[in-house]
């Protein structure tokens, strides 16, 4: 069963589309939401297909990896779909 988009998703998802790709920290600032809440909701989209998320390739920092955040080549569609329902 596809779980819900809500309103903060599509907000998430016009982020990614305005500025192609994004880091958890960046969309954290943008939404103005905790990264532990901007993750919950990534691994959402993640799940619909909407999004990919990639670990990234550089830096060398101690810890939990930065993931960046793009669009499923098959879900890029999808805010207009989302905000302007038929």
């Not at 819900?4 to 880091?23: G, N, R």
């Not at 297909?49 to 810890?63: A, H, N, Q, S, T």
């Amino acid at each position: 069963m596809p779980g819900k988009i809500t309103k903060k998703d599509i907000e998430i998802l016009s982020f990614i589309a305005e500025y192609k790709f994004l880091s958890v920290k960046q969309l954290s600032a943008l939404t103005q939401r905790t990264t532990p809440v901007v993750r919950r909701r990534l691994r959402h989209l993640e799940d619909e297909k909407l999004i990919i998320m990639k670990e990234r390739p550089f830096g060398e920092r101690r810890g939990r990896p930065e993931d960046i955040i793009i669009f499923n080549p098959k879900g890029h569609g999808a805010t207009s779909e989302l905000e302007n329902p038929v």
